[in-house]
């Protein structure tokens, strides 16, 4: 009974209010649609995971940092998941006998990290999944593209709004070993710095780079590589390198898809581990938000890790933060009515019965009708109708039942006819199937 | 790399494979279009609440026993939420003023309850939440019926295999204070024990009553009310109640709406503390099955424990589980296909390009189309093709694309066409519209 409990969701965390949902789930739905048209099919798994699948990538600094981890009252260490990729890989390799292949799945988990809270961050946030499993060619990594790009255009950004970079780690790798001659702590020392590059000025990022590798001309040859524009600036063991053949396939093909936006940039690192090959990142364009979204790659290793035999993987994860930040610097949002079509306004001493019938004929079409039980004077029902963005109501009272006849009325724009139950409806109905 | 981590989820909960979920998400689909049809709304919030939201109904046994409770890494005392109601008046007091009137919200939280596993019991659930904030009359209620029950006809559901238990809270307390004379403390033992009378024979129940009562004439006057079959074997005492008269207007009005499985039940409690005057409750009637399923009633006291002005409410809550088990017994589960509606299988030596041209083509017709990138053989991609359960495939080689013929087959009938491109995708886009 006390008065001291807020009001307020947790910290960092949404309340999703009714035009909250409304928002989120006209970007989830055009999501699906475009990855559903890719044949990609939802699957789904427990918010709560045993902590052991977090630890076992490798992820200690992660889980000790940045999770929601707890023990359950059976004394087991769980962990509120934090990412999808775990866990998918986790549900493959327990059924990797019983699936088809290729698999293609997807996902729109909400996600916890203990995190400080900065733009685009919260500490709850849904995020959308992709991968397909079972595809070895490069195909895999087009089609990934393919399904970016088209979630972009399906909420009509221009291309010059987002640009979608890609790198190959087997190029990287070269680089550091065997251009540069690092050995395997260096070079995975250096792959930390070169993720944190656009984070420094040039020469911050040089002193980074000869602080790992102790010496003047690995230093210089490692920035030259990693601050090439083109391919041709490369050197002819980079440019010549069997990564480098892929990644100029994938540019021509996804060129030919009509996907201009795509660009090479060696010093693309991404920053999980589990990366063996190809790596992509979305960058917003906008100088005002010019950050990078999103990104993904290949992960051939990971459902491996659970004993059974590995299965080729290529996969991104999307936030809706992020996204949704992407929309409304581009101005991409619309106006996102209700789902209720109208509303049924009550005069004085109206019956009830008659009420309930009428919206029943109402719903058997499929029209979405509210009743205003609140038994208040028709002009506060009327407000409150306005005030809910329904944009039709009907008025009944005993005048409009003995004459059959309704008043419907357009709430936006103030215009109302006058028709039978039958014709309402339809009016109604073919307003939908304009939209 | 420890080969140790499981596959399997978390002990009581499910993951949910592309097969579990498309039948969950045409479950909540189903839920959604009804619930829609009445003028509902979605809403969300966060998985995790602060503690005290539960400790404020005076729930301290169950936030103790039942729940997932732990300490932030700010020391901040979370619970992952067990049910939504606690949510819901939190979010609509925070917004008392703004919100317009009558509001109608439904969400399908998932919820964690840590409890012993039983069938219809799992750790993580999910709830159709349905409430209504704002009708102080009986037509909030009968609106409630006639969703639960609009809920079940559209999955096809007879009413002779579910009924709706209706009672009132206020007719319990005039029973147990008035007619039997009980004081408060005796009252609520009472209810407890009401609560869980069908789980005993008569003579425990009669006994467990007597420990409380202590008398065995207000005994004998409980028993009897509470075994009443019809509302004519009660005393004028409890007939005359104005709360009678409230529920045998909802009687006449949910019968009038042809609704003819709602019954009057005197011993119908319902668990939580919070209920305020009507309770529903619904029960499956398949004797392998009888079971309560949900319920729900008028709480019109919860968004007021915040410190703002009361709001009536009216609400439910039901479990996916349960729900599912009742489709299950009474077989009103059809096959559900998945959404992907054809696959592309390649010939060895396909152009790429031309491949992903005919895939954009289906794809902007909004045609579903997976294609076959894993380069095995015709007849492997063709048997994968049918253990995907996908319905059609369409062959594409050299041959097809230069005579731009393509052979449609039917993976379920085995039945094939060859046809032009255009011709193939009106033939599918023809199908889906028969569906």
Chains 1, 2 share one sequence.
Request: glycine share 6%; charged share 30%; proline share 3%.
């Amino acid at each position: 009974m006390s008065k001291k409990v807020s009001t307020q969701p947790y910290k960092g965390a949404r309340d999703f209010y009714p035009e909250d949902k409304r928002i989120q789930q006209w970007m989830f739905s055009k999501w699906k649609q475009v990855i559903e048209q890719f044949g990609y099919e939802e699957y789904d798994a427990p918010i709560l995971e045993p902590t052991d699948l977090y630890l076992m990538k490798g992820s200690e600094e992660i889980v000790q940092e940045q999770t929601y981890t707890f023990q359950d009252r059976g004394n087991r260490s769980v962990t509120i998941r934090t990412e999808m990729t775990p866990t998918v890989s986790r549900m493959i390799a327990g059924k990797r006998q019983e699936i088809a292949y290729p698999a293609r799945w997807y996902s729109i988990p909400n996600l916890w990290r203990y995190e400080r809270m900065q733009r685009g961050r919260l500490r709850e946030f849904w995020q959308l999944n992709v991968d397909v499993f079972g595809i070895e060619s490069l195909q895999a990594e087009v089609e990934m593209i393919q399904i970016i790009d088209g979630i972009f255009q399906a909420f009509k950004a221009k291309r010059s709004s987002y640009v979608i970079k890609v790198n190959s780690r087997k190029l990287v790798n070269s680089l550091l070993t065997d251009v540069c001659g690092l050995d395997k702590t260096q070079a995975i020392q250096a792959i930390r710095v070169i993720d944190r590059k656009n984070k420094m000025s040039l020469s911050e990022f040089a002193e980074a780079v000869n602080k790992i590798v102790l010496d003047e001309d690995k230093t210089q040859k490692l920035i030259t590589a990693l601050t090439a524009t083109t391919i041709e600036q490369l050197s002819d063991q980079l440019s010549n390198h069997e990564s480098m053949a892929d990644l100029k396939r994938l540019l021509q093909q996804t060129q030919s898809l009509g996907i201009d936006n795509v660009e090479f940039d060696l010093s693309l690192m991404r920053g999980f581990d589990y990366y063996t090959d190809i790596v992509f990142e979305v960058f917003d364009t906008d100088p005002d938000n010019n950050r990078s979204m999103f990104g993904g790659g290949r992960y051939d290793g990971l459902v491996a890790q659970f004993g059974v035999d590995p299965v080729p993987t290529v996969g991104f994860g999307m936030g809706d933060v992020t996204f949704m930040n992407f929309l409304e610097s581009h101005k991409l949002l619309p106006q996102i009515r209700r789902k209720t079509e109208v509303i049924i306004i009550l005069r004085e001493e109206t019956s009830m019965g008659k009420v309930q019938s009428i919206a029943k004929k109402m719903r058997a079409e499929n029209v979405n009708v509210a009743v205003d039980y609140s038994a208040k004077k028709v002009d506060k029902q009327f407000k409150s109708a306005i005030k809910q963005g329904v944009q039709f109501a009907v008025f009944v009272g005993p005048e409009e039942i003995s004459s059959e006849q309704y008043i419907l009325k357009d709430l936006m724009s103030g215009k109302e006819v006058k028709h039978g139950l039958e014709r309402t409806i339809s009016i109604l109905k073919d307003r939908r199937l304009k939209k």
